[in-house]
């Protein structure tokens, strides 16, 4: 009965949308009549005569009823009129004797005035406003198939995208495999009277490859891809989404065995229960007729419905039951081996030098996910062919790196003596409370160039290895090495400067995760004060947030995270004073080359560069 009503009420403001620029149309008709058609004077057949006479008309077309032409009237004006015909003999002498230009016409027909004044008119307007709403319509459909899905569909050609192609997932790819066994030969696991799942959900963080994954399955079962974003569904008329929902599991029906994959499915997909003041009717309707396709849907067809989102916790619980997505298939940022593998999959088509190690540039991209690779290698080509080399090299690959974490090298930027050394002695205080504690990540780079709108100088730190566990000490020694550089500049300038401001907060969110999320504090003690992480749903699709703690507790986690970030300040001040003819040292060399690597590094801290 709703799903009527919808129809209904989507069809009803249709119609009115119909009726106004029908009356438009009228109403512009009638003024062209009024504005812009010639005015003509009607007289009488006797009056018609008399002008003849005075010698006042000047032509005249005679046709089978009337008589129109043109007269001078005592102001010297020229008048168009028209009269009736009477028979009169004596007109056309009349007329030549009085030398008045005449002519005859053939009377317009019924079909002529239709065409004319009705068909061609209305036909004109109603082409511009079909012109008018041809974007709100769109492109499918039709004339009036606003309704109408605009899915893309991979019919005639397969997508030629293989799991080959995708790398860095190897977990997520073993469990789609399954699918593309079911539709491959669906018989095997029906005569055991199993089914397929009827939807899968992809969930991953931006770029990680989710609509690459969805190709993939499509291309590997062989079978047509059916491709639509959340966000086309919804139009401005009520009850639009859902007839495209319906138009699109039509579709699907008709191409099975085949794959409908919905990206970005939480523009649609939201919970209900989040906040009934921002609810939105067209979106909810364009839900429940989904939740209805998905519940009525036979996937022993071979339909299989894949989506993707990077906001799992905001989604609709009634949409992530069992029957509707059945399997969620999580897809993670790559690992060391990962990124190896997405190295080498984007370098089958680009010219290599033989210098290039792909071993170290996985480990110099820690958190990097498959669009930010294939970015890396695009810009490093692209260095390459600005320097008119005969090969992509490892610098080309370094520098495209460095733009992706840290940004654009600013040449032209001019910074003032003390300026560039107060930024010289900031960054080998991190360099060297890095080196020096055990739990702080090694050292590749140090650099004084600035990059990007406000980083003058960067310290590049890379993991020998993942890490999925850190303990307390290991924490500490990444803030130290944080604070190092604020405490440089205090032991060599006796003054600080605000160059540590992203030190800070990086510090800052360490410290408060190690107090109220890990229960690594002896005085708050194990319990957790602030969810880590996003907001995630209940059972009751209710958006939770850690905040169950009293005043004087939020309070003592402020003290908390004070006294340990002071703490930990005052232990790289210690470490730096105790190292400051290394750090002078390595400041000046610094100064001179603007750029020491870890090799030039770890030649200064052990003494051994011939001093």
């Not at 089914?195 to 062989?222: D, I």
């Not at 921002?278 to 989904?290: A, G, K, P």
């Not at 069992?322 to 593998?341: A, C, M, S, T, Y």
């Not at 650099?447 to 020998?464: D, H, K, N």
């Amino acid at each position: 009965m709703d799903k009527n009503n919808n129809q209904l009420k989507g069809f009803n403001n249709f119609s009115k949308f119909i009726v106004f620029y029908m009356l438009l149309a009228i109403f512009m008709v009638y003024m062209y009549q009024y504005f812009f058609k010639t005015q003509v004077t009607q007289i009488p057949y006797s009056e018609f005569k008399s002008l003849i006479e005075s010698g006042k008309v000047k032509s005249c077309t005679i046709s089978e009823k009337y008589i129109h032409g043109v007269y001078i009237n005592k102001d010297g004006d020229k008048i168009r009129f028209v009269t009736v015909v009477v028979r009169d003999p004596t007109l056309v002498k009349d007329l030549e004797k009085h030398h008045v230009k005449f002519s005859g016409k053939v009377t317009n027909t019924w079909l002529t005035n239709l065409i004319f004044g009705w068909i061609l008119p209305f036909g004109f307007l109603f082409f511009i406003w079909w012109l008018m709403t041809r974007k709100m319509r769109g492109t499918s459909g039709g004339l009036f198939g606003l309704g109408k899905s605009r899915f893309k569909v991979y019919s005639n050609e397969k997508p030629d995208v293989k799991f080959s192609d995708v790398a860095g997932a190897e977990e997520a790819k073993q469990e789609i495999q399954e699918i593309v066994e079911y539709l491959k030969d669906p018989q095997r696991y029906q005569r055991l009277g199993g089914r397929a799942p009827k939807g899968v959900l992809l969930v991953g963080a931006p770029g990680v490859g989710k609509t690459l994954f969805a190709k993939a399955t499509a291309g590997e079962a062989g079978v047509p891809f059916i491709s639509i974003s959340g966000s086309e569904f919804i139009e401005m008329f009520v009850g639009v989404g859902a007839s495209r929902v319906r138009d699109l599991f039509n579709e699907a029906k008709k191409l099975s065995p085949c794959i409908v994959f919905i990206d970005e499915i939480d523009a649609i997909g939201k919970s209900r229960a989040v906040n009934s003041l921002t609810s939105n009717d067209e979106r909810e309707q364009t839900l429940n007729q989904l939740l209805a396709e998905m519940d009525g849907f036979d996937s022993s067809k071979g339909v299989i419905i894949m989506a993707a989102t990077n906001r799992p916790e905001i989604l609709d619980p009634a949409l992530m039951r069992p029957g509707r997505f059945d399997r969620q298939i999580i897809v993670d940022k790559p690992d060391l081996k990962g990124r190896e593998e997405i190295f080498k999959v984007h370098m089958k088509k680009i010219k290599m030098a033989n210098d290039v190690d792909i071993k170290r540039l996985a480990q110099m991209t820690p958190g990097l996910v498959g669009a930010d690779i294939a970015n890396i290698v695009n810009e490093a080509a692209l260095l390459a062919a600005r320097e008119n080399r005969d090969a992509v090299y490892m610098e080309h690959f370094e520098e495209a790196i460095e733009r992706q974490i840290a940004g654009l090298k600013k040449k032209n930027k001019v910074i003032s003596k003390e300026e560039k050394e107060r930024v010289a002695y900031h960054e080998c205080g991190h360099a060297i409370c890095a080196y020096l504690l055990p739990g702080a990540d090694p050292v590749h780079k140090i650099s004084i160039v600035p990059r990007g709108l406000s980083a003058l100088g960067y310290t590049q730190q890379l993991p020998t290895d993942e890490r999925y566990l850190i303990t307390k000490e290991e924490m500490l020694d990444k803030v130290i090495t944080l604070l190092g550089g604020r405490a440089a500049e205090e032991v060599v300038f006796k003054s600080i400067s605000t160059g540590a401001q992203n030190d800070l907060s990086r510090a800052t969110d360490i410290v408060r995760a190690l107090v109220s999320q890990f229960g690594m504090d002896e005085k708050v003690g194990l319990v957790v004060i602030e969810e880590r992480g996003g907001h995630f749903l209940t059972s009751e699709g209710i958006l939770t947030k850690g905040d169950k703690v009293s005043e004087k507790t939020k309070e003592l986690v402020d003290r908390e995270v004070s006294r340990i970030m002071q703490e930990c300040y005052e232990k790289a001040k210690t470490i730096l004073t105790e190292n400051m003819d290394k750090l002078d040292k390595l400041a000046n060399e610094l100064l001179k080359k603007e750029i020491i690597n870890e090799e030039e590094l770890k030649s200064i801290m052990e003494g051994s560069d011939g001093d």
